[in-house]
């Protein structure tokens, strides 16, 4: 079985100001590794994922997630956050073989909030 | 041109009774999920069907019903409902294969009084 950790359930950061939210997970098997947002009364977003190949991956508005197999690691960062960033994000694990492919594991969301 | 949608929206009902969430994608995937999130916000899958076979299946009561009557559309069925079954509950479409984005509908929030 996959388990999943955000370590912070909130995270409050001044816009402009760089911003990490932390995920740890926990598995036997190989996985993949995504960061999900959801803004408010809507459903969730996929931000980055990570399959293979180069451990760092990036989105296309500035966020960036490292895997870290040693660490078993998988945090979001952004160098500079705005307003708009305000959202709760989750970060989820998926088994790379087995029957049940798909399925998402998520961890528990980290809400970020960006005040002026 | 919504690519995954639920309806309804908001579902406000009282316990015993049986009630179903529709979901369509056209997004042409051959796979669909059902998951549910708590009032803490935690995700759980439910179910997922490929091409409208069944394919997994969490720890959920058999009062979840899902159905899918073709591969662009999961209903999720409720018999009974019970104060804790009060959630959001979001539809996902995928393609078929390992490490594919999930697409989520905006939710149905159901409250059971």
């Known amino acids: 079985a996959q388990s999943v950790t955000q370590l912070d359930s909130q995270v409050p950061v001044f816009e402009e100001a760089p911003v990490e939210l932390r995920c740890n997970y926990s598995?036997?098997?190989?996985?993949?590794l995504f960061w999900y947002v959801q803004y408010p009364n809507q459903g969730l977003q996929l931000l980055l994922k990570?399959?293979?190949?180069?451990?760092l991956v990036e989105s296309i508005n500035g966020f960036e997630a490292e895997f870290n197999k040693s660490q078993t690691s998988f945090h979001l960062r952004k160098p500079s956050v705005h307003i708009s960033d305000t959202a709760e994000y989750f970060c989820?694990?998926?088994?790379?073989?087995?029957?049940?492919?798909?399925?998402?594991?998520f961890g528990q969301g980290t809400i970020l909030t960006v005040h002026p | 041109d919504t690519a995954v949608s639920q309806t309804p929206k908001y579902l406000v009902t009282q316990m015993g009774n049986d009630k179903s969430i529709k979901c369509e994608q056209n997004?042409?995937?051959?796979?669909m999920y059902w998951y549910k999130q708590d009032s803490k916000k935690f995700l759980k899958i439910m179910f997922s069907?490929?091409?409208?076979?069944?394919?997994i299946n969490e720890t959920v009561p058999n009062r979840f019903s899902p159905k899918s009557p073709d591969k662009a559309h999961l209903n999720l069925h409720i018999n009974s409902l019970e104060l804790g079954d009060s959630a959001v509950y979001f539809c996902?479409?995928?393609?078929?294969?390992?490490?594919?984005?999930?697409?989520f509908g905006p939710g149905t929030r159901l409250l059971v009084l």
């Open positions: 996902a479409s995928s393609s078929q294969g390992r490490g594919e984005t999930q697409y």
């Open positions: 598995s036997s098997v190989s996985v993949y």
């Open positions: 990570y399959l293979s190949g180069s451990t």
């Open positions: 989820a694990v998926s088994r790379t073989g087995g029957t049940s492919y798909g399925k998402l594991t």
């Open positions: 997004l042409g995937h051959d796979t």
């Open positions: 069907y490929n091409n409208k076979e069944l394919i």
